[in-house]
């Protein structure tokens, strides 16, 4: 119940286009959903982020879409740039006990874009 | 402000030795999180520790340990190290990490490599 699905594995794009990457959860309690991106040899880097009681959230050229119903929220970039070639993952945040909490991440998505 | 810094970067150590990885958060985050990211497992979650108190744990055998320090740095130790422990160790702080949005940012990470 703690899993966060990710899709596709990899992506390939042409510069320009658009990459859209999806996550599904299962686990109501979720209640933060980030966006992280990685770069090879760097840790993740928090690039979005959404709360449930919104449907998208845009920040430049990265948008995140959420469907709390269907328990599935997406990462979209427009206008995709060789820059953002780098691997991305969801995640999904949830109390534990007392004040603690965690993030559970999606298994990643290795996106290339093509110039 | 300085980001969150992992030292080593790099490790290598034989099979059944002990390795300590330290970890310096953000200044004014409390709460420090460790990761091991491995290409078949993905991003999985270690422990979290606040005001020097472990607040939660994954499912990870008791030869991971950690500890956090009055000033929010942490470490982590891994005793009788295996194969398998041939990782990307990543630390990441937060505010608190109990509240809210649940922003976390990590280092660079460690590689450590078993042989």
């Known amino acids: 119940q703690q899993q966060v699905k990710q899709s596709p594995q990899s992506l390939i794009v042409q510069k320009g286009g658009i990459s859209i990457i999806n996550c599904a959860y299962e686990?109501?309690?979720?209640?933060?959903f980030p966006w992280y991106q990685q770069f090879p040899g760097k840790g993740p880097a928090l690039l979005i982020a959404i709360r449930p009681d919104v449907s998208e959230k845009k920040e430049g050229r990265f948008t995140i879409s959420f469907n709390k119903s269907a328990k599935q929220f997406s990462l979209h970039i427009m206008d995709s740039q060789p820059g953002d070639s780098a691997t991305y993952f969801c995640a999904a945040s949830s109390r534990t006990s007392g004040s603690a909490r965690q993030l559970t991440f999606g298994s990643g998505t290795q996106l290339t874009v093509l110039p | 402000k300085a980001g969150v810094t992992q030292t080593p970067r790099y490790l290598i150590k034989t099979r059944g030795q002990q390795v300590t990885l330290s970890c310096s958060p953000i200044?004014?985050?409390?709460?420090v999180s460790w990761y091991q990211q491995t290409p078949g497992q993905g991003l999985q979650f270690l422990f979290e520790y606040f005001s020097e108190t472990q607040r939660n744990k994954g499912n990870f055998p008791g030869r991971f340990s950690g500890r956090q320090f009055s000033n929010s740095r942490s470490e982590m130790n891994v005793s009788t190290l295996e194969l398998g422990d041939s990782a990307l160790y990543l630390c990441?702080?937060?505010?608190?990490?109990?509240?809210?949005?649940?922003?976390?940012?990590f280092g660079p990470g460690t590689r450590l490599t078993v042989t």
């Open positions: 200044s004014g985050h409390r709460s």
């Open positions: 686990n109501t309690a979720f209640d933060y």
């Open positions: 990441a702080s937060s505010l608190t990490g109990g509240t809210g949005a649940y922003e976390q940012y």
